[in-house]
T-cell receptor, first 113, second 114 residues
Framework: KAGVTQTPRYLIKTRGQQVTLSCSPI?????VSWYQQTPGQGLQFLFE???????NKGNFPGRFSGRQFSNSRSEMNVSTLELGDSALYLC????????????FGQGTRLTVV | AQSVTQLDSQVPVFEEAPVELRCNYS??????LFWYVQYPNQGLQLLLK??????LVKGINGFEAEFNKSQTSFHLRKPSVHISDTAEYFC????????????FGSGTKLNVKP
């Protein structure tokens, strides 16, 4: 079956702009989580959506937001981009219940210039 | 909340030698533990996980890990590494009360030399 699909794979944006990243989970999965990976801070949890509701949230400023659609596809948005937002953004999909595995996409590499 | 410490940022090892990647965690609640591998420009792939039961967990590609509750450790081992094991390895923990929120360690780069 198809894996987790993230689009686009690469993105270059200018400071102050906003960006939207997309994640299509594995068919049947209802949970999508987002992570930011940077060399300095490592992998950090952004938020999790389950059945269109935000179920968990990390410690990121309000410029980072997300949503999930009825087909479980998820988007995350970053407004007023800063240079420090340059990172690999990973999404993970799972059934959303205990004891189930999370599958990661290949990520979107965002560069802010 | 939980946290994970991977003490070794880089581990060089010769092909066919054994390797151990160390992981320690802290948590105020019962946890689930995971090891993921990341190849360059790729996402994360699950190697193995500890949810409950036997403390020795076997994963893919010949890797195994042992959960030690008293030492709050979950070290990853492989008896004989291959060049293709060269990658970055991440230990992760989630609380049983928040099982889909992973806390990752800083990663260990395994460099297998011929």
């Amino acid at each position: 079956k198809a894996g987790v699909t993230q689009t686009p794979r690469y993105l270059i944006k200018t400071r102050g702009q906003q960006v939207t990243l997309s994640c299509s989970p594995i068919s049947g999965h209802r949970s999508v989580s987002w992570y930011q990976q940077t060399p300095g801070q490592g992998l950090q949890f952004l938020f999790e959506y389950f059945s269109e509701t935000q179920r968990n949230k990390g410690n990121f400023p309000g410029r980072f937001s997300g949503r999930q659609f009825s087909n479980s596809r998820s988007e995350m948005n970053v407004s007023t981009l800063e240079l420090g937002d340059s990172a690999l953004y990973l999404c993970a999909s799972s059934l959303g219940t205990m004891n189930t595995e999370a599958f990661f996409g290949q990520g979107t590499r965002l560069t802010v210039v | 909340a939980q946290s994970v410490t991977q003490l070794d940022s880089q581990v060089p090892v010769f092909e066919e030698a054994p390797v151990e990647l160390r992981c320690n965690y802290s948590s105020s609640v019962s946890v689930y533990l995971f090891w993921y591998v990341q190849y360059p420009n790729q996402g994360l792939q699950l190697l193995l996980k500890y949810l409950s039961g036997s403390t020795l967990v076997k994963g893919i590609n010949g890797f195994e890990a042992e959960f030690n509750k008293s030492q709050t450790s979950f070290h990853l081992r492989k008896p004989s590494v291959h060049i293709s094991d060269t990658a970055e390895y991440f230990c992760a923990v989630s609380g049983r009360d928040n099982f889909n929120k992973f806390y990752f360690g800083s990663g260990t780069k395994l460099n297998v030399k011929p």
